[in-house]
């Protein structure tokens, strides 16, 4: 069984940075499975949608949301299976819930999307 977690949430100032870490893990302790994937970052603000922050796909190739470009980086260890989402020049908008999910191709085609349980970004003015 896979699992995805979330790490490096917190309570910061305006104008101050977060580094989250999104990592891939198996039951039996493994962090790298055989399959290929994408991985995104996700938020949720109180109260609103889920909204795509960040993607990396299978092929290496990374984008940012255009709203959020120039502020927020994705930086990716295959070895570690983990994707880093960095944020800059943080705001009271980007508040929210971040959640990781991983999306699943080769013959894990058929395995449900993977979603960490989120960690908790606060930041206040």
């Known amino acids: 069984q896979v699992q995805v977690q979330e790490s490096g949430g917190g309570s910061v100032l305006a104008g101050g940075s977060l580094r989250l870490s999104c990592s891939i893990s198996?039951?039996?302790?493994?962090?790298?499975?055989?399959?290929?994937?994408?991985m995104e970052w996700h938020r949720q603000a109180l109260g609103k949608s889920r909204r795509l922050v960040a993607r990396?796909?299978?092929?290496?190739?990374?984008y940012v949301m255009s709203d959020l470009q120039g502020r927020f980086s994705i930086y990716q260890d295959s070895a570690l299976n983990t994707l880093d989402l960095q944020m800059n020049a943080l705001n009271p908008e980007d508040t929210g819930r971040y959640y990781c999910?991983?999306?699943?191709?080769?013959?894990?085609?058929?395995?449900?999307?993977?979603w960490g349980l989120g960690t908790l970004v606060t930041v206040s003015s």
């Open positions: 999910r991983v999306v699943w191709y080769d013959r894990c085609v058929n395995w449900p999307d993977t």
């Open positions: 198996r039951s039996d302790g493994a962090s790298s499975t055989s399959c290929s994937h994408d």
């Open positions: 990396l796909y299978r092929s290496g190739t990374a």
